[in-house]
């Protein structure tokens, strides 16, 4: 691991895992090769500046939210941030609904208006 992509590494990491998202999904929600991902993760390769962005949005976090921590930053207040997280309802959905929703958060406002529209229409076929 590279010192200087460690505390990136960490955080994807961590967060990845409290969304209980896979390497691969991650990674098809990025449109990069799982290697690629995995290299992230693992500190061997630097995120750039937009994939940290789409990364944010995936864990639904702010993009300073993926940088390493500031070591005066306030134990109790990193506390509380980890303790609002620990609830998410996305604990309660399915492997693929995860990485549906992942999918979703690196769409743009258009391609997200259609993703819902086409959803409203395939719920309506079963009617």
Known sequence: MNPKNKGVAEKLRYYRESCALSHQQVA??????????????????????KMLIKLAKIFNVNPTDLLPDDPDDDERAKRLRDAARADSPIYQLSKDERGLIARYRVLSKAEKKQAVELMGKLSKKDD
């Open 28 to 49: 098809d929600a990025l449109n990069v090769e799982r290697s690629t991902y995995t290299k992230y993760e693992s500190g061997s390769s630097a995120v750039n500046v």
